[in-house]
C-alpha cells in the first residue's frame, strides 16, 4: 500500500470513532498536572525501561503491556462543542516569530514583553488603526456552513485569498505606501485580517483529516495551517483539546507539527520520533529546565493511551529559498509509545514515538526520494535524459518515463524564448534610465510608471497581482542585468521534469516545492501570424503546440480579495482582465521550451499573465507562467488552454480537443 509504514499500528478495536468527542474552546482549558506522588518519578529511563531501584514507573513510562495481556479499554469519546466563532490573534499581540516553540514560554523570545491592546495608549491605537487600508465593507464570500467544514474548492479559495492578501501588504511595505513596520510579517496581517472577516474555514476542530485539505499539500506560513483549520495555534507545535470521558475531562492531542525546532528525528518517512513541549528544551544556557507532564505533553500521553489518530505536519527547509521554511502535511499517524531523555539543553524531554498510518498517499516520502535524486540523477527510475535542455537553460531539466517504452517526445530544437519575426508594435514600454536597480516606490522610474506607480514583483521575485498588461525592464533599461523587475527574463531557476503521463502524453512537474507567484517559463516558440495558422490548419497541418490569446479562457481572481481599500474607484476585478490590443500566436511546434510539455486542466495551478519589455528601441510581448497556488514536487503543471471564440471557423472544430484533465470544474473539452 501507498504510504505504508511496514508497521502494524492499528489502535483498540474497542474504539467507537463514530461517536465525536466533546470538546471545549482552547483558551478555557486548564492544564492537568500529575499527582504529588509521581512528580519525583521524572527520571531518565529508556523506551522499554527498565527504571531505577526504588522508582515506580507510571504511564506514559512503563513499558508496554506484554502481548499477552490485552490492553486497557479506551475511555469513549463524546462529542465536540463548537468553539467561539473567532479565534483571531489581536492587533498588537501578534507574536514576531510563530514556528519557533511549541510552548508558551517563548513568548519571551523577542526580548522584551508584548504590548497588549488594553495597555496601549490612544495615540498608539490611533496608529495601529491606520497602518493598514482596510475595506470595512468587504462582505466574506465563505458561508456559515463552510466556515465550520469546508470542501476542496473553499480550501483553495482562502488559500489564495490569504496569499493575495499576503503580496499585496508586503508590496505596500516595498514601496513605501504604509507607516514602517507593516509587513515585518505580513503574514501574521493577512491572517488575523481573514479571521476577523470570517474568510476562514474548518473552524470546527476534530479529530483525523480535515475537509478539503490533502495529504501532501504544502504551506509556506503557520498561519495557513491556521485558517484552513489544520492546525490551530500559529506558534505552538501541539494542538490539543479538553474532551469529555466518562467520568472526566482529558486533553487530547489533534495535530502536531514537527519543524525542526526541537530535537526531533524525522528522517525517517514512516515514523517520527517528537520531542515534547515546554522547559526551553531547546536551549543551551542554565534557563533549560524538565519537561512537564501538562498541556501538549498531557495530551500526546493521553492520545498514546486512547489510540485517536493524530495530523502530522513537518516542517522543513525550503531548497529554492534557504531562510524560509516549507510545512508539508504528511497525513494521519498514531502515538506508540513515550518516554524520557536528556535533550541537548541536559534537560529532560519527554519523546514520543508516532508510526504513519498505512494507505495513505505519500507525502514526505517523496522528499525523500528527491533528495536521492538530486545526490545522484542516475537513481532516478524511468530516467531517460538528464538533461533535456542540452546545456540551453542554467537549470537542467530531465526526461523521465516509468509509463511505457517511448524513448521520448517527437523532434523539436529546445530553444528558452521567442522567435519574433518582426517586433510587437501594438503596446508601446519605455526604456527606464535607473542606475543599478530599480526600486519600488521610485516614482520617477519609469517602468514603474508604466506600471501604476506598482513595482510588479516584491523581495523574492514573487508577482504581487495579475495586471492587463505588466511592464518589465528590458535590455534597453540602464538599470542593471540584474534588477528585480526582470523576473520573467532570468530563465528557468527551478528543478523541473518533463514525464510521461499516463493518458496524456507527455507533462511537466518539478523537484521542488513552488510559492504561489512564482515564475515557472515563458511560453517560447515561434511567432506566427493568425492568418497562417489558420491556413496550416486547413492544409491538414497538424500542431498541437499553439499558443492563442484570442481564445476564450475561464475567468478566475488571484489578487488581494478586496480587504484593502483601492485609492481608484476602478472595479477591482478589472485589473485580472488582459488588455492584448492585437492576438499573439505562438507555435512551440519546431522550437520550444518545457512550455510546450504543460498539459491542459479545466482546473490548472499555474496561469498566464502578458508581460512586455524594450529591446533595441522596440516593444515584444512575452507570455510568462506563474503558479496560481502553492504546488508541492512533483505535482503536474496545468493550464487552462482556453477555447476557441468563433465556432464557425472552420478551423474551430479541428482544434478543439477532448478534455481528459479529471477535475469536478472539467468543461468535457478544450482548444488546441
Keep these: 500500500m501507498q504510504g505504508g509504514s511496514g508497521l502494524n499500528s492499528v489502535p483498540p478495536a474497542s474504539i467507537d470513532k463514530t461517536r465525536v468527542l466533546d470538546v471545549k474552546p482552547l483558551r478555557s482549558l486548564k492544564p492537568i498536572w500529575p499527582s504529588p506522588d509521581q512528580a519525583p518519578n521524572y527520571v531518565q529511563a529508556p523506551p522499554s525501561g527498565p527504571f531505577p531501584a526504588g522508582y515506580s514507573p507510571f504511564y506514559p513510562f512503563a513499558s508496554p503491556p506484554p502481548a499477552s495481556q490485552p490492553p486497557a479499554a479506551p475511555t469513549p469519546l463524546r462529542s465536540f462543542r463548537t468553539p467561539e466563532p473567532s479565534t483571531a490573534v489581536p492587533n498588537g499581540d501578534v507574536e514576531s516569530s510563530m514556528d519557533a516553540s511549541r510552548g508558551s514560554d517563548s513568548r519571551k523570545r523577542s526580548g522584551r514583553p508584548l504590548r497588549s491592546a488594553q495597555k496601549m495608549t490612544s495615540a498608539e491605537r490611533r496608529s495601529r488603526a491606520l497602518e493598514i487600508p482596510v475595506n470595512h465593507n468587504f462582505v466574506s464570500p465563505i458561508s456559515l456552513v463552510q466556515r465550520e467544514d469546508g470542501n476542496r474548492e473553499v480550501v483553495d479559495l482562502v488559500m489564495i485569498a490569504f496569499d493575495g492578501l499576503r503580496r499585496r501588504l508586503s508590496q ?13 510579517r505580513a503574514d501574521l496581517k493577512a491572517g488575523n485580517m481573514l479571521m476577523t472577516k470570517m474568510f476562514r474555514t474548518n473552524q470546527r476542530r476534530r479529530v483525523g483529516t480535515v475537509p478539503g485539505v490533502e495529504v501532501g499539500d504544502i504551506f509556506f506560513f503557520r498561519m495557513e495551517l491556521c485558517v484552513l483549520g489544520l492546525h490551530a495555534p500559529s506558534m505552538a507545535g501541539i494542538d490539543y483539546l479538553n474532551v469529555k470521558g466518562e467520568s472526566d475531562e482529558d486533553p487530547v492531542a489533534l495535530s502536531i507539527v514537527s519543524s525542526g525546532y526541537y530535537d526531533d528525528d524525522a528522517g525517517d518517512e514512516n515514523v517520527l520520533i517528537y520531542s515534547g513541549q515546554g522547559g526551553g528544551a531547546n536551549m543551551v544556557e542554565k534557563q533549560a529546565s524538565d519537561q512537564k507532564l501538562e498541556r501538549g505533553n498531557l495530551a500526546l500521553e493521553r492520545s498514546l493511551r486512547r489510540g ?110 521567442l522567435r519574433y519575426f518582426k517586433p510587437y508594435n501594438a503596446l508601446s514600454s519605455s526604456s527606464c534610465k535607473c542606475q543599478s536597480s530599480c526600486n519600488p516606490g521610485d516614482l520617477n522610474c519609469s517602468c514603474n510608471q508604466t506600471n501604476k506607480g506598482d513595482f510588479a514583483y516584491i523581495g523574492n521575485g514573487i508577482l504581487v497581482s495579475r495586471k492587463p498588461m505588466l511592464y518589465e525592464c528590458g535590455p534597453s533599461c540602464q538599470c542593471f542585468p540584474g534588477c528585480k523587475n526582470r523576473v520573467s527574463q532570468s530563465g528557468l531557476k527551478l528543478r523541473l521534469e518533463v514525464f510521461k503521463t499516463k493518458d496524456r502524453g507527455w507533462g511537466l512537474r518539478s523537484w521542488d516545492p513552488i510559492r504561489a507567484g512564482t515564475f515557472i517559463c515563458e511560453y517560447a516558440g515561434e511567432v506566427i501570424d493568425k492568418a497562417r495558422l489558420k491556413q496550416r490548419l486547413q492544409e491538414g497541418e497538424k500542431d498541437d503546440y499553439v499558443f492563442d490569446t484570442s481564445r476564450v479562457y475561464q475567468p478566475f481572481k488571484w489578487n488581494d480579495p478586496g480587504l484593502l481599500e483601492r485609492d481608484s474607484s476602478d472595479d477591482p476585478s478589472a485589473e485580472e482582465v488582459y488588455n492584448i490590443p492585437s492576438p499573439l500566436v505562438i507555435s512551440a511546434k519546431s522550437f520550444g521550451n518545457v512550455a510546450r510539455f504543460m498539459n491542459h486542466s479545466c482546473y490548472p495551478n499555474v496561469f498566464w499573465q502578458p508581460i512586455i519589455y524594450e529591446d533595441n528601441s522596440q516593444s515584444y510581448m512575452h507570455i510568462a507562467f506563474f503558479t496560481l497556488r502553492h504546488i508541492p514536487p512533483m505535482t503536474e503543471l496545468t493550464y487552462d488552454y482556453g477555447v476557441v471564440t468563433n465556432e464557425g471557423d472552420v478551423s474551430s472544430n479541428l482544434r478543439k480537443r477532448k478534455c481528459l484533465c479529471g477535475s469536478s470544474k472539467c468543461r468535457g473539452f478544450f482548444g488546441l
Design 172 to 184: 505596500l511595505e516595498d514601496s513605501g505606501m504604509t507607516p514602517s513596520g507593516l509587513a515585518k
Design 308 to 417: 485517536n489518530e493524530v495530523r502530522v505536519i513537518r516542517g522543513m527547509r525550503d531548497g529554492v529559498n534557504l531562510n524560509s521554511k516549507v510545512y508539508v502535511y504528511d497525513g494521519l499517524y498514531t502515538i506508540q509509545e513515550s518516554w524520557m531523555q536528556k535533550g541537548k539543553s541536559g534537560a529532560n524531554i519527554f519523546k514520543y514515538k508516532l508510526v504513519r498510518v498505512p494507505g495513505q498517499s505519500p507525502a514526505f516520502g517523496i522528499w525523500k526520494s528527491i533528495e536521492k535524486w538530486k545526490e545522484g540523477v542516475s537513481t532516478r527510475a524511468g530516467l531517460i535524459n538528464p538533461d533535456l535542455t542540452s546545456g540551453a537553460e542554467g537549470t537542467p531539466v530531465t526526461l523521465v518515463n516509468d509509463v511505457d517504452n517511448e524513448k521520448a517526445p517527437g523532434y523539436f530544437t529546445y530553444f528558452p524564448s
